[in-house]
């Protein structure tokens, strides 16, 4: 759907926007509402924290958008000795710092609630309706953090919130523009949410297409015969079982941080390169564990989380590949490579030591005692090439999703900024919309 522009525009004076409609107006927001900060409780008194009733929030409720739950709840005696305030439901709150995106986002209020010394709460006087302005905002949420030195880790601070100049539409056309901006971005919002489910039943997918192939093989009339091993249950009866170690060459990596370097020539096999297959590039000036094409390459550490333990990557080319110490190498297979790598990635023999908490780490031992199916040499490149075609065409409509969903994401965001901006006119819109309904 397309929307029309105002009639008339007039220079603004905002460098944010730069014309505006001719009866809108402009201010500075120090002048359109109260700033304040919060503050924390001691938290070494931990009588402040236990039984309290009080709602305060961290940095980190910014995250909600809307925010309906507490950080924590402190007690009256805690708010009395600390210098944290009141903030009433329906003002918002900025994050004047945090890790990661976190500062300058700003969200609504849903209810009373205190706060700590990070976040900044905004109270819009008479002139300017909440909403609209949390959503003008979010528009201008990159503007905002580069006004305090951009993705760096200084913080923004009460005076340069002031700073912000804000177009001023008619407080009723602010309230239209809102309700507007609600409503589509909760629709874009849903379509979002239906691609992202989609590729959510698409792993799930892929994941069961390989893991059945790869234990059961392709013809279901095959009889079949217990594994020994209660994870890998039936196999088919002509099968062998045999450790990894018998089936494969397995090293391990080696440091090669002394020897990063922007100019290497070896590129550097890390956790981050196999999770992300092989898109997260990393360089190298010595090589001290190589590796070439054919060879698969597995996750054996990963710190902090253990989130990309046992995952494997398989070298498509003839690079020069150099192997860290948190990874280990596979080559010289008994039989397909490709076929190995398909039974090896995120294999549930490794994946069980992973309690998906605390392990970070998986033992050469455990890498070289798992046991694999092993079909005759001529069934394993049968089921290589059927789950790169299977595969391939589950990794096309996964892409295929995630463009959807970068679509939808820049429309939003163009949307929230015409709209706010008066760059489109959608008092009609809302008008149409509400006698619709």
């Not at 507490?70 to 004047?96: C, K, Q």
């Not at 030591?353 to 046991?371: F, I, M, R």
């Not at 789950?387 to 892409?399: C, H, K, N, P, S």
């Not at 959608?426 to 919309?433: F, G």
């Amino acid at each position: 759907m397309s929307f029309p522009a105002y009639p008339n525009y007039r220079e603004s004076g905002l460098a944010w926007a730069p014309s505006l409609p001719n009866h809108w107006s402009s201010a500075g927001l120090r002048w359109l509402a109260r700033r304040y900060a919060g503050g924390t409780p001691d938290r070494n008194r931990e009588d402040f924290w236990e039984n309290g009733t009080i709602p305060w929030l961290n940095s980190g409720s910014v995250n909600q958008g809307l925010i309906q739950e507490p950080s924590a709840f402190i007690t009256d005696e805690a708010f009395a000795n600390s210098s944290t305030r009141w903030v009433p439901a329906g003002a918002l709150l900025m994050a004047l710092a945090g890790q990661g995106k976190t500062k300058g986002m700003t969200a609504q209020l849903a209810f009373d609630a205190t706060c700590n010394q990070s976040m900044a709460a905004i109270v819009p006087g008479h002139e300017l309706a909440s909403r609209y302005l949390l959503w003008w905002l979010s528009a201008n949420y990159q503007n905002i953090r580069n006004m305090s030195g951009g993705d760096n880790r200084d913080g923004l601070n009460l005076e340069l919130l002031g700073d912000i100049l804000c177009p001023l539409p008619p407080i009723r056309e602010q309230t239209t523009i809102a309700a507007f901006l609600d409503r589509e971005t909760a629709k874009i919002d849903a379509l979002m949410e239906e691609q992202q489910r989609l590729i959510e039943l698409l792993k799930v997918k892929r994941q069961a297409v390989v893991s059945h192939a790869v234990t059961k093989g392709l013809d279901p009339t095959m009889p079949m015969k217990h594994s020994g091993v209660e994870w890998l249950g039936e196999v088919p009866a002509h099968w062998e079982i045999n450790r990894l170690d018998r089936l494969m060459s397995f090293s391990s990596g080696k440091a090669h941080e002394p020897f990063l370097a922007d100019d290497g020539e070896h590129i550097y096999i890390s956790a981050r390169f196999v999770s992300t297959h092989g898109q997260s590039l990393k360089f190298c000036t010595e090589n001290l564990a190589p590796a070439k094409r054919g060879d698969v390459v597995m996750v054996m550490s990963d710190l902090p989380n253990g989130r990309a333990l046992a995952r494997a990557y398989q070298i498509a080319d003839d690079a020069s590949y150099a192997v860290n110490q948190r990874v280990c190498r596979l080559k010289g297979f008994r039989g397909s490579a490709r076929y190995f790598y398909y039974q090896l990635n995120r294999n549930p023999g490794l994946r069980r030591y992973d309690d998906g908490v605390n392990q970070t780490h998986l033992s050469n031992s455990a890498y070289c005692k798992l046991p694999l199916c092993a079909p005759p040499e001529p069934e394993q490149s049968q089921i290589a090439e059927y789950l790169d075609e299977q595969t391939g065409r589950i990794d096309a409509l996964e892409v295929a999703a995630a463009a959807a969903i970068s679509v939808l994401q820049e429309r939003r965001v163009a949307l929230i900024s015409a709209a706010v901006s008066g760059k489109i006119d959608v008092r009609n819109a809302s008008a149409k919309q509400a006698k619709a309904a």
